[in-house]
Every structure is written in structure tokens, then in C-alpha cells.
């Protein structure tokens, strides 16, 4: 849909054909202007100013016509896949790269304010079995659902990523920096992400109830790399989903 709405870049014909017809339009008209002049009589002169218009009123309108488009039309197209190369396309919401880049600004500023932020994971329960049962059309609904209540969860400064199938990641940004605080704070939110994904959902008039698990750590200015405290929080999520499981 975005595609669609962007200026289409010109070909090398397209720009040829709007270069020629431009300057043999100018051309025209300047011929048109020397004749009411009657320069004949010095041929050089002639040749002198003729060329001197068809520049001065040719190039605007080659830089304005066939230039300026051109260049905004590509910088909106390298811009598209620029985002595209950044964006889940199911669910719009940032996909791992995209994560992973702003993950190590991040660190490093956490390193510098020294104070604490906070990965949680969340991974979907019954997905798979919902897949099998109704097919990916059904899968990818509840993906897209599922991405729209956690964004609802999220403060203005936190990070909502897709991992890949049905995992999700949020990145809390300057929680406080004081630990114990910090800790209160993510504990309350992946209570609040359990109950926000576990109402049910109705998709084509069916109801399912999706479960959740979700595994957090919270770091500060003490933090090695983004692998570190992903895997903290991946193993607790883990953690989670084996004792549901289990009971």
C-alpha cells in the first residue's frame, strides 16, 4: 500500500524523452525570439545568444521537471526500503534487525546515565496448535492481534520487536535507577502484557484463548552485550512455559 503511493521513478528513456522535448520547446521559441530580433547579419552573435537562452531558460525547467523528481522520487523509494528492511511485514512493528541496532545504542547509553532498562520476551502459548487447527491465515491474525495489545502496553519510550514466529520482545528504556524500583516496575508490566494478550481473542467470530510467557531482565550501567541479558530473559521465559506445562 505505501508502495503505491510514492512517486514512480522515471526510466532512462522517461528522462531522455523529457530532457529532449524541454530543449527542443526552448529551442523553438528562442528561434522564434531571434527571428522578431534579426541577428542574421552576424552569425556568430546569433549563435552567442542562442545559446545563452537556451541554457538560462532550458535548465530550470530540466532542473525542476526531470531533476527535482527524479531526486525525491528515489530518496522516497530508498526510504521505503530502508523501513521495509526495518518492519515485521506481518505485524509492523520493528523486526529483529531492526531491534538489534537500536538494542546497541541503547546499552551504551544505559552505560552512560546509569540507569537501569529492562528486556521482556514474550512468547505465545497454543500457537502452534492453533496454526495446525486453522490453518497460518488464522496463525497470522493472532500474531497481529497479539502485536496490537502489546503496543497498547507500552510507554512512549519503549520498544516493541518480533523476534520471528511467535515471539516478541519489548525494550524498556529508563525505567529508574534505582534496582529494586526497576525490578517492581517490569514485574508489574509483564503482569499487565499476561493479561492484556490472555482475553480472549474473537477472530471470524471465533473466540481463543491464547496463553502467554513472559521472561524479563532488567540491566544497567553493568551490562556486557545485548546477548547477555536477551538469553537472562529468554531462560526465564522458558522457565515459565515448562511449569505451565507441567501442571
Known amino acids: 500500500m505505501e508502495q503505491k503511493n510514492q512517486m ?54 530540466i532542473y525542476f521537471l526531470v531533476i ?10 530508498v526510504q521505503s526500503f530502508e523501513t521495509l528492511a526495518m518492519t515485521d511485514q506481518l ?4 523486526n529483529r534487525r531492526s531491534f538489534n541496532v537500536q538494542i546497541e545504542s541503547f546499552i551504551e547509553s544505559v552505560k552512560r546515565r546509569e540507569i537501569y532498562g529492562a528486556f521482556l520476551i514474550i512468547d505465545l502459548d497454543k500457537f502452534k496448535l492453533i496454526n495446525d ?9 493472532v500474531l497481529i492481534e497479539a502485536a496490537q495489545r502489546l503496543k497498547t502496553r507500552l510507554r512512549k519510550e519503549d520498544l516493541l520487536g518480533r523476534m520471528g514466529g511467535d515471539e516478541f ?32 481473542m474473537i477472530l471470524k467470530n471465533m473466540t481463543h484463548n ?8 532488567i ?16 531462560k526465564k521465559m522458558y522457565e515459565m512455559k515448562n511449569s505451565k506445562s507441567q501442571k
Not at 22 to 47: C, N, W
Not at 68 to 77: E, S
Not at 179 to 193: D, S, T, W
Request: aromatic letters at 8%; glycine letters at 6%; hydrophobic letters at 45%.
Open 133 to 141: 487447527t486453522y490453518g497460518h491465515d488464522r496463525g497470522d491474525q
Open 169 to 200: 520482545i519489548i525494550l524498556m528504556k529508563y525505567i529508574d535507577a534505582d534496582e529494586n524500583i526497576a525490578n517492581k516496575i517490569v514485574l508489574k508490566k509483564a503482569k499487565q502484557i499476561i493479561e492484556t494478550i490472555e482475553k480472549p
Open 8 to 61: 514512480k521513478l522515471c526510466s532512462n528513456k522517461e528522462i531522455f524523452v523529457r530532457v529532449l522535448i524541454i530543449i527542443t520547446l526552448i529551442e523553438f521559441i528562442v528561434m522564434l525570439l531571434l527571428g522578431v530580433i534579426d541577428l542574421s547579419q552576424h552569425p556568430t552573435l546569433e549563435a552567442i545568444v542562442d545559446s545563452l537562452l537556451l541554457a538560462s531558460f532550458s535548465a530550470p525547467l
Open 91 to 94: 505485524t509492523g512493528i520493528s
Open 210 to 217: 491464547i496463553g502467554v510467557s513472559v521472561g524479563y531482565q
Open 219 to 234: 540491566f544497567g550501567s553493568e551490562v556486557i552485550s545485548f546477548e547477555d541479558v536477551f538469553k537472562k530473559a529468554d
Open 68 to 77: 527535482k523528481p527524479f531526486v525525491i522520487a528515489r530518496d522516497k523509494t
